[in-house]
């Protein structure tokens, strides 16, 4: 049986890999953000570790977090690299 937590995570990267899978254009890319739940997470878990109130799970969940916004960011750096012929 799957946790909460293993399903929030698994969310974060699943709602990211659906949006990539359905080939999204450049404009698409550049103005993605996380749906408005992932978000709130996001916005608790930071302000909880914050107040050092993070569990270790809750800890491992924001990493994750921390690492899908990693991918997009450097995703939309490419994208705008390339746009101005740098890439």
Same mark, same amino acid.
């Given at each position: ?26 404009? !698409?890319? &550049? ?5 408005? %739940?992932?978000?709130?997470? +996001?916005?608790?878990?930071?302000? =909880?570790? #914050? ?8 800890? !491992?969940? &924001? ?5 899908? %916004?990693?991918?997009?960011? +450097?995703?939309?750096?490419?994208? =705008?690299? #390339? ?5």
């Amino acid at each position: 049986m799957v946790n909460m937590l293993e399903t929030k995570v698994r969310d974060v990267f699943a709602v990211i890999i659906k949006f990539l899978v359905s080939l999204p254009s450049d404009d !698409e890319v &550049l103005a993605y953000h996380l749906p408005d %739940d992932l978000q709130e997470r +996001l916005s608790d878990l930071l302000q =909880r570790n #914050r107040e050092h109130q993070l569990t270790m799970e809750e800890r !491992e969940e &924001l990493d994750d977090f921390v690492h899908a %916004d990693t991918m997009i960011s +450097l995703l939309k750096t490419k994208i =705008r690299l #390339r746009q101005r012929g740098l890439g």
